[in-house]
Structure formats: C-alpha cells, structure tokens
C-alpha cells in the first residue's frame, strides 16, 4: 500500500532571494489556520543528505534578528544568512505525492 507524504522542491530560477509557488502559498495558508501560534515557514540547510545538505522546514514565531523574510500573498517563509547561500536564486514549491 502506498503511504501519502509531501515534498519540497527546491529550482533555480530566481536570481536574488527566494521565491515561493502558488501551491506553497496556498499550503502556508492552509497549515496556518491550524497553526495559528507560529505563522512563519522556517527553511534551514544542515549537513546531511546524499548530497551533503539536509534541508528543514519548520514552524516559526517569527524572524530572528539576522533572518531574511520572503513573503508572496500574505505567506511568510523565513531563512538564515546561512542558509540562504544555499537556497539563494530557488523557488520553494509544494507537492503531494504518493511513496510506497
């Protein structure tokens, strides 16, 4: 039986900063109105991965003092100054896709 999951996928088409789909708007929005209390996405790159980098989303209050804030239609994402060296010219989409 196939198990249902969501993935991100990071292009690069921008040439500063981050952008965001409409399917990842539309996705803030909606995991928003259950998660009131953090309504910023957190996107950070760790060491890990097969490639070297592990990237994390997570839930937020808000930017710390040196974060950069994307916003596309009220959604916020919110990345470090490390980071965004990696993701910088990337367009953050959402998909739902079926793994077994």
């Known amino acids: ?9 990071l292009k690069k088409e921008v040439a500063h900063g981050v952008t965001m789909t409409e399917a990842c ?18 996107l950070t790159i760790g060491p890990g991965g097969c490639k070297g980098a592990k990237y994390d989303f997570d839930w937020t209050e808000g930017p710390g003092e040196s974060d950069h804030v994307f916003e596309k239609g ?3 994402l919110v990345v ?9 010219g990337s367009q953050i989409d959402f998909l739902y896709e079926m793994k077994g």
């Open 74 to 76: 009220g959604a916020r």
């Open 1 to 9: 039986m196939a198990k249902r999951g969501y993935a991100v996928s």
């Open 80 to 88: 470090d100054p490390t980071s965004l060296d990696t993701v910088k």
């Open 25 to 42: 708007v539309e996705r803030i929005h909606k995991m928003n109105e259950r998660n009131s209390q953090q309504p910023y996405l957190r």
